[in-house]
């Protein structure tokens, strides 16, 4: 069965959590020399197990980063973690991946909130992220417009969409006038004497206000509306479009136009991922609307890189459109960094209704198959008794794959290879 395979790291946090460690410390005594010897370092942990499962680029296509790589907007920290990066993926290695197969958004973190010109354009904050990927030979990051890269492979097709959600990070939320203009006499003197932060001070504060350029998403929806209907789409994004479940007391921490973006997506007429990172946790949520020709929306968050990643394997019918995915998550914990491969997060983008746009066999090779468990090697005896083609095992093994994600039945052993399958139709 055809797939493309993509990993998608959160929030990194450098250089915080390259001095983290995987240790129970309650004596502040111990000397930092001791303890960094006896114990792990999560990102380096999680890092190496990223970089062994990127070796091959038959089994990767893609890597999308979701922002916060530094976390106090400093240009040189945002460097270093570029470079570990590169070092550590060969990100620049145009052998090995083409700049299509990479995606990176800001993050709220990435922000450098003391360089912004709050009189100019919304998008000059963005430009020293701009040029540490240029200057990497990397120019990936999406910020003053919507960026968009195809990847096929034997047909299948996802188009990435990088959004930037961070244009209101470290914008200004003034008083209102009828309340500044008194203090303005009461604070003269300091006004006029004070620099602008000082003035900024006495009169705003400043916010972290996640938003999208509108003017990106009606580029979104429009390259999704007129796209082949074979393409999935999959979105990466800093923040979440629905509220966290963890309840969050601050100001404008909720992307203030993210109810029209979900809207947007939830109703195209094909199945939509959303990617983002920001809430440091891994919930998949899926929005669906009444209209059967619509959705479904799978919002997938990525946790904070020092506890792990996913990896998305994307499944696609023999008419080559997307059927489903796996989101497998690799975590870190006290033996190291697991996978849960054997048992991942099955998502179906279709249901029965779709089964026109699958391979045209599924009917034929469902009658064959009985309403409890049945053994791959009887399936396939009963398809070959009953059908005029040649049929070979592989060519049954990927009908009854895809008449999994219909819905049509189950297979048990499916991580295992097809002979050690059993099989049962769901009525």
């Known amino acids: 069965m055809k797939q493309i395979n993509l990993i998608v790291v959160g929030d990194i946090h450098f250089p915080e959590s390259v001095s983290c460690r995987f240790a129970d410390q309650k004596d502040d005594g111990v000397a930092d020399r001791l303890i960094s010897t006896a114990s792990p370092t999560p990102l380096k942990t999680v ?7 990127c070796q091959n680029p038959n089994d990767i296509q893609g890597i999308l980063f979701c922002g916060d790589l530094t976390s106090r907007g ?102 209102p006038k009828r309340v500044r203009d008194p203090l303005s006499a009461i604070f003269a003197t300091a006004y006029n004497e004070a620099d602008a932060n000082e003035k900024f001070a006495l009169f705003g504060e400043q916010l972290d206000t996640p938003a999208f350029a509108s003017e990106d998403v009606d580029a979104l929806a429009e390259e999704i509306e007129h796209a082949d209907d074979r393409l999935l789409p999959i979105v990466l994004a800093h923040h979440n479009i629905l509220s966290q479940a963890q309840p969050r007391i601050d100001l404008y921490t909720e992307v203030i136009n993210g109810g029209m973006v979900r809207t947007r997506l939830s109703t195209c007429d094909r199945p939509v991922l959303y990617c983002h990172g920001h809430i440091h946790k891994d919930p998949i949520e899926i929005i669906r609307t009444p209209d059967p020709d619509c959705g479904p929306l799978v919002s997938i968050s990525a946790p904070r890189f020092d506890d792990g990643f996913l990896r998305l394997e994307i499944f696609f019918s023999a008419t080559d459109r997307p059927l489903g995915c796996n989101v497998i998550r690799y975590r870190f914990g006290d033996s190291g960094v697991k996978s849960d491969a054997n048992d991942p997060r099955r998502i179906s983008f279709r249901g029965p209704r779709d089964v026109y746009r699958g391979n045209p066999r599924i009917r034929e090779i469902l009658n064959c198959v009985a309403p409890e468990y049945s053994k791959f090697r009887t399936i396939l005896d009963s398809v070959r008794q009953s059908s005029q083609k040649q049929t070979y095992e592989k060519t049954v093994a990927d009908v009854l794959l895809e008449a999994e994600w219909f819905g049509f039945l189950e297979i048990l052993n499916r991580t295992e290879d097809h002979k050690h399958w059993q099989v049962n139709r769901v009525l």
């Not at 890092?47 to 499962?53: I, P, Q, W």
């Not at 550590?88 to 990435?110: E, M």
């Open 47 to 53: 890092m190496r197990t990223l970089a062994s499962a």
């Open 74 to 175: 400093e240009i040189a920290s945002y460097q270093a973690c570029v470079d570990y990066l590169n070092a550590n993926l060969d990100l620049q290695n145009r052998h090995r991946w083409a700049l299509d197969q990479l995606h990176v958004v800001p993050g709220n973190h990435d922000v450098d909130r003391s360089s912004i010109d709050h009189d100019g354009d919304v998008f000059a904050k963005f430009a020293a992220l701009e040029r540490v990927w240029a200057t990497s030979n990397t120019p990936i990051i999406a910020t003053a417009q919507l960026r968009k890269t195809i990847v096929r492979i034997n047909d299948a097709t996802v188009g990435m969409f990088s959004l930037n959600s961070c244009l209101g990070c470290g914008e200004k939320r003034y008083l």
